[in-house]
């Protein structure tokens, strides 16, 4: 019987949003597997070591208001999305000075030796007034392709090879919190040309059939005639179905220098 059902996996969600505001860090080491990555709203990338770091140095929490949590099976990992409002101080300040952070989180969790363990955690900030198991080399050269296929295609506003490389299920959610489908995703990017200014640092993770693609990226985008660069972190799940790789979320975040 798999360990990996939205019952099991929502009752780890409230337990490990717990341990947040207990600040029991040890007990969070144990839900985060030794691979963990984070991609917090400044778009940094930590690993668990880091996150834990600045978890005790940096983040107090005092209250944690989920949304409602939407559950994607994936053979051996669970996709768990979800808003997400969060009262928090910054170490050093008075613990009289909390201020209100609403973010989109998404979550990788994946079966380990019958455990399950939190692999990725990726926030976006929502722009509102409320203030891996490593994968063999031929599969991670191919999952690489295919993100450049995918780059590719965003340049070209290539709506074709942007629904043959998005699955049906395709999710969206932009650097301001807002979430497209498919469709809606495609249509994005042919509203708004834009093109790479500098090779994107990837990492990929593989687990099994399902692959985590994350790393930040630098674009010059074209809208209304008026050029501009952005930075953001990228992170995308793809998965294989019939020997065919297909992007099926994707989430960014913007870099503010």
Known sequence: MT?????????????????L???????????????????????????????????????RYHRIERGRLTFRGLGDCILVTSEVK???????????LPSLHHT??????????????????HLTRVDQEVTVHAGDPDTELELRRLEQRRSDAMERCDRESLDEL????????????????????????QQIRRRVVSPREL????????????????????QDGHEREIRIQLGQLVRRQD???????????MICD
């Open 21 to 59: 505001i207990a600040a029991d860090y040890d007990r969070l080491a144990r839900y985060v597997s030794a691979d963990f990555m984070m991609v917090n709203p400044l778009a940094q990338r930590l690993t668990k070591t880091e996150w834990l770091a600045w978890l005790a140095s940096d983040i």
């Open 203 to 222: 990492k990929v993770q593989v687990f099994g059939d399902v692959a985590l693609l994350t790393g930040p990226m630098t674009l010059a985008v074209n």
């Open 243 to 253: 020997q065919v790789w297909r992007f099926i979320w994707s989430q960014v975040t």
């Open 104 to 121: 989109f989180r998404t979550e990788v969790w994946t079966d380990h030796d019958d455990c399950r363990e939190l692999r990725h955690i």
């Open 86 to 96: 969060a009262l928090m101080a910054a170490a050093g300040l008075s613990v009289g």
């Open 3 to 19: 360990i990996l059902t939205p019952e099991r996996i929502a009752s780890d969600v409230e337990h490990f949003d717990a341990a």
């Open 166 to 189: 998005y699955a049906d299920d395709f999710v969206l959610v932009h650097g301001d919190g807002s979430v497209d489908d498919k469709e809606g995703a495609i249509t994005s990017a």
